[in-house]
């Protein structure tokens, strides 16, 4: 079973920053990664899909870079509306998410 | 567009069964796999399994190998879920998601469009 780590737990930045999440896989899942924001009482949406593609209608300071085992998801510009839990999921010989991000925006 | 559309919540004592549907329009039902995940109170997302609407092969997770039973229903392009032996562990809320085509290979890929979520709560 492949376990996704993330860190940090809890990130707290400012408007026009930038954050970088990680993702860490405990075996390789080649780039069959993808990334999920979370809005208190929402399902998931999709952000990044393989890795590195953004899905439909994501602006484009979200990205996604890595492959093998360490992902990282930058947001370039941070915005209020970004503040949300942020999920890594894998694909690889089953489906597994992280256990979050909490990216605060104050 | 695409829409999933699932049932209400639900309360159940330790020991029932709990039955989630998940009705879907907007897209072929056959051509995409959909997956069931679920997310305990304050916890990250956790899967479930999927099941392949066309024909109706499923795969579990492992840790509800037994308790967990998918099917769908193409005259009305609903997929289901029924767990059973129900503890309290299981109370979270659950959602049907379509998977990404763009993104997948037998059926395991990224989720793109995502049910609601139905609230099951399991309390004596």
């Known amino acids: 079973e492949i376990v996704l780590t993330q860190s940090p737990a809890t990130l707290s930045l400012s408007p026009g920053e930038r954050a970088t999440l990680s993702c860490r896989a405990s075996?390789?899942?080649?780039?069959?990664l993808a990334w999920y924001q979370q809005k208190p009482g929402q399902a998931p949406r999709l952000l990044i899909y393989?890795?590195?593609y953004r899905a439909t209608g994501i602006p484009a300071r979200f990205g996604g870079s890595g492959s093998g085992t360490d992902f990282t998801l930058i947001i370039s510009s941070l915005e209020p509306e970004d503040s949300a839990v942020y999920y890594c999921?894998?694909?690889?010989?089953?489906?597994?998410f992280g256990q979050g991000t909490r990216l605060d925006i104050k | 567009q695409v829409h999933l559309v699932q049932s209400g919540a639900e309360v159940k004592k330790p020991g029932a069964s709990v039955k989630v549907s998940c009705k879907t329009s907007?897209?072929?039902?056959?051509?995409?796999?959909m997956h069931w995940v679920r997310q305990a109170p304050g916890q990250g997302p956790e899967w479930m399994g999927m099941i392949n609407p066309n024909g109706g092969s499923t795969k579990y997770a492992q840790s509800l190998q037994g308790r967990v039973t998918m099917t769908s229903d193409t005259s009305t392009s609903t997929v289901y879920m029924d767990l059973s032996s129900l503890r309290s562990e299981d109370t979270a809320v659950y959602y049907c998601a379509r998977v990404a085509l763009y993104s997948s290979s037998w059926g395991l890929g990224a989720l793109d469009f995502w049910g609601q979520g139905t609230m099951v709560t399991v309390s004596s």
């Open positions: 393989d890795a590195s």
């Open positions: 075996q390789s899942v080649s780039s069959l």
């Open positions: 999921q894998h694909r690889s010989n089953s489906i597994a």
């Open positions: 907007g897209y072929t039902f056959t051509t995409y796999h």
